[in-house]
């Protein structure tokens, strides 16, 4: 371990749990903190143990938000606004959060957010195209997709009117 970093034998119990955590899935600062606070580690010294996670690689941030950004829109279809907001609720360095966001594939991003229009779209059974498309903007705005994609995909797929 680096030198700046002095840790007792029974603090090395706690950064040996800390790297585990973090090695079975990809972590931020803010979550392997608070694990480190439930497993009973003073905030102190849960706080060196996180900055020789980041020191040894073992947390990085911008690693930590590419794959939060591709595993939440495909897995759980969430747009880039809801994704920026949970990863501000992280306390993650908002370039750290714009540079992963802007690394989302375009296509990849109009695909999703068409297919989750289409999916939902199948289960509303309003008649009146104004209330139809008033759903479904509402529905796609909850998953943190932007109005001018939603206005252009609900566009193409309800037809033409006023959102």
């Not at 990849?108 to 759903?135: F, I, N, S, V």
Request: with cysteine.
């Amino acid at each position: 371990m680096p030198d700046k970093f002095k840790f007792t034998d029974a603090d090395k119990a706690f950064i040996s749990k800390a790297e585990h955590y973090c090695a079975t899935a990809e972590q931020c600062r803010t979550s392997v903190m608070e694990k480190l606070l439930s497993w009973g580690a003073d905030r102190a010294l849960a706080g060196r143990i996180v900055d020789h996670l980041v020191e040894t690689k073992f947390i990085d941030e911008a690693r930590y938000c590419k794959i939060y950004c591709e595993s939440k829109l495909h897995l759980q279809k969430w747009g880039r606004i809801k994704i920026n907001y949970m990863l501000r609720s992280k306390r993650i360095d908002n370039h750290i959060i714009a540079n992963a966001l802007q690394q989302i594939d375009e296509t990849q991003y109009t695909e999703t957010l068409r297919q989750l229009a289409e999916t939902k779209l199948r289960t509303l059974h309003d008649t009146d195209p104004y209330k139809l498309r008033g759903k479904l903007v509402s529905f796609l705005a909850s998953h943190g997709f932007e109005q001018s994609e939603i206005q252009t995909v609900v566009q193409q797929l309800v037809g033409e009117g006023e959102l």
